[in-house]
């Protein structure tokens, strides 16, 4: 396979509009996104929720695990498991979505995990608050910066690294930020960050780094790949462009009715159907939903908000008529913020929140 200057493996590399190759077959393979039906739990059960590890899964002896935090503070430490547990303990139900969500949709199609639209869920993550322990250890007054390093080690865009994520003072700080050893009530599972991974409520899965061993406070801006190049909005490679930071907002709807193994289109029953779904915004709260039949809107119902970064339960009722018809939501949040009817593309296919949209075949008969 080539390999261009920047050791990227330039066939694996290039956007493409065709077929779905068998490098992106192994990832999606791995990385399971969360199927949409589970959009009816409010909270995603451990194993449905969606994973995304971009090295291989770290055997971690919990007992013989540290957290280091070092670099420019007054009293560098290491932390036992125990030893953080023991801390404030505070639980928070938090919608994690990865970046590259909907990816695969973006046309010539940016070639990395080809996720569709399921790389969401929400969890109650349970873990220690941040900001306490960094004024313990006394952050230098030259530290702009935490690098947050897991276990976790391989090669990406030609660069052998630990996976690595940094955040500025202020927002490492931010009081939602944890420490976090538990999901839904149980320790975290491999998977998910055994023992102990990072949770920036609002951002976009990436900052939240797991099987995180260390922390190192740094006088000035980290250049790791997955900070510096990886997760930006680019045009081309050699752009530096915006980093990709708070989520952006989407609704998406519970598939209605029953599918087609093959393509997933959706047959139901002529009469009323209670469309239903979910909708989230990184920093903000929803203040709309609306859902699209044969391409006339309509507000839906908003369910109470179940937490700053839980995502919202909506619902709207269809008098499905008998035909084929196409079937959209759409959220918006409290600053106005909504999503595009088309995705907005870019190189590494970052935050494509473009409306789904489902095909349904409605007929008179009975298939309930
Ligand atoms: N150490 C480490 N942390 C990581 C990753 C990783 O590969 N290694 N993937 C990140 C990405 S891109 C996402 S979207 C989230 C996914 O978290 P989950 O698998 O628990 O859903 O973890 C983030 N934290
Ligand atoms: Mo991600």
């Known amino acids: 396979m080539s390999v261009d200057t920047n050791g990227q493996s330039a066939a694996a590399m290039v956007p493409t509009s065709g077929p779905i190759t068998r490098e992106e077959l192994q990832l999606a393979s791995r990385n399971h996104a969360m199927p949409l039906e589970m959009l009816r739990w409010p909270i995603t059960p451990v194993g449905m929720h969606y994973l995304l590890i971009h090295f291989d899964i770290p055997l971690i002896d919990p007992t013989a695990w540290r957290l280091r935090i070092g670099g420019l503070v007054d009293h560098p430490h290491e932390f036992t498991l125990a030893e953080l547990q023991h801390r404030e303990r505070r639980t928070l139900p938090v919608t994690m979505e990865c970046a590259g969500n909907g990816r695969s949709r973006m046309d010539p199609r940016p070639i990395s995990q080809p996720w569709d639209q399921g790389a969401v869920g929400t969890a109650e993550w349970t873990g220690t608050p941040l900001a306490p322990i960094l004024r313990e250890v006394g952050l230098a007054p030259e530290a702009v910066e935490l690098v947050f390093t897991g276990a976790d080690r391989g090669l990406q865009g030609g660069s052998e690294h630990a996976y690595a994520r940094s955040l500025t003072i202020a927002d490492a700080m931010s009081d939602d930020v944890l420490f976090a050893y538990e999901i839904n009530g149980q320790p975290l599972p491999p998977q998910h960050g055994h023992p102990l991974r990072l949770l920036v409520p609002g951002w976009y899965g990436m900052t939240s780094v797991k099987w995180l061993q260390s922390i190192e ?104 008529a008998p035909g084929n018809h196409v079937l959209s939501c759409r959220a918006t949040d409290v600053e106005g913020n909504t999503q595009p009817l088309q995705s907005e593309w870019n190189y590494q296919g970052m935050a494509n929140n473009a409306v789904q949209e489902l095909s349904v075949s409605v007929t008179e008969g009975k298939h309930g």
């Open 217 to 320: 406070a740094i006088d000035h801006t980290f250049d790791g790949y997955q900070q510096a190049v990886a997760y930006h909005f680019v045009q081309e490679p050699s752009e530096q462009g915006e980093p990709v930071k708070h989520i952006r907002p989407r609704a998406l709807m519970v598939p209605p009715g029953i599918p087609d193994f093959m393509t997933r289109d959706r047959v139901l029953d002529a009469g009323p159907v209670l469309l239903q779904g979910r909708a989230w915004a990184g920093k903000n709260a929803i203040s709309r939903v609306e859902v699209c039949v044969d391409g006339k809107w309509a507000d839906a119902h908003l369910d109470p908000e179940a937490g700053h970064f839980a995502w919202r339960g909506w619902s709207f009722t269809w008098v499905a």
